[in-house]
């Protein structure tokens, strides 16, 4: 159990162009999601905590306006890279917490050219 | 505040050899502490976590970590390395339980040799 999935898991696209990347929690309900940001050979990076019903709260330095985070459901969690650049090239991984332990979906390397 | 330092970015054994990467912690509340492992484009596995039950905590895969309030360590170790053991290894400290988000080590690289 405790399944976690992103969609998709690979994509290239165009500088400018917007980008939606699915995380869901498969097999629990999800009341708290995060999206975290890395970088080739770093670290992960938090970027948005994001509760079922509720605005995101972004960490410092996060640009709301350009990462949309959408938790509509409590299985589903949605990132929308806007007006994407290729300095928003990055490996994307969310997790999902049913409340007592997070669990991470297996991420999405977005390419922008 | 809470933040995580992986001492060597790269370690390199040999297989059957003892590994041993290190953590070192700083939190102002009593930490929550987690070892992932992450494989090539892919995302985090959990090893093991600390939640303020038992100091030795054992994982997956034959790791085990203890965890040292005097030295705030909490370093992973594992008697024999298996060539499958060759990944990125990453510490995590947070404040409470799932709902709590991670902060994360800059990560160790660990490759085993034949």
């Known amino acids: 159990g405790a399944v976690v999935s992103q969609h998709p898991s690979r994509v290239i696209c165009k500088s400018g162009t917007s980008v939606k990347i699915e995380c869901r929690s498969l097999?629990?309900?999800?009341?708290?999601m995060f999206w975290y940001r890395q970088f080739p050979k770093q670290s992960l990076m938090l970027m948005a905590t994001?509760?079922?019903?509720?605005?995101?709260?972004?960490e410092q330095g996060v640009e709301k306006d350009k990462f949309l985070i959408n938790h509509a459901s409590l299985t589903l969690s949605t990132l929308t890279v806007t007006s994407a650049h290729p300095e928003d090239s990055s490996f994307y991984i969310c997790?999902?917490?049913?409340?007592?332990?997070?669990?991470f979906g297996p991420g999405t390397r977005l390419t922008v050219l | 505040a809470q933040s995580v330092t992986q001492l060597g970015s790269h370690v390199s054994v040999s297989e059957g050899a003892l590994v041993l990467l290190r953590c070192n912690y700083s939190?102002?509340?009593?930490?929550?502490l987690f070892w992932y492992v992450q494989y090539p484009n892919q995302g985090l596995q959990l090893l093991l976590k600390?939640?303020?039950?038992?100091?030795l905590v054992k994982g997956i895969n034959g790791f085990e970590a203890e965890f040292k309030k005097s030295e705030t360590s909490f370093h992973l170790t594992k008697p024999s390395a298996h060539m499958s053991d060759a990944a990125e290894y990453f510490c995590?400290?947070?404040?409470?339980?799932?709902?709590?988000?991670?902060?994360f080590g800059k990560g160790t690289r660990l490759s085993v040799i034949a």
């Open positions: 997790s999902a917490s049913p409340g007592n332990e997070q669990f």
């Open positions: 097999d629990f309900q999800a009341t708290t």
């Open positions: 994001s509760n079922e019903g509720s605005k995101a709260t972004y």
């Open positions: 939190s102002s509340v009593p930490p929550y």
């Open positions: 600390y939640t303020s039950a038992a100091t």
């Open positions: 995590a400290v947070s404040a409470g339980g799932g709902n709590t988000p991670l902060v």
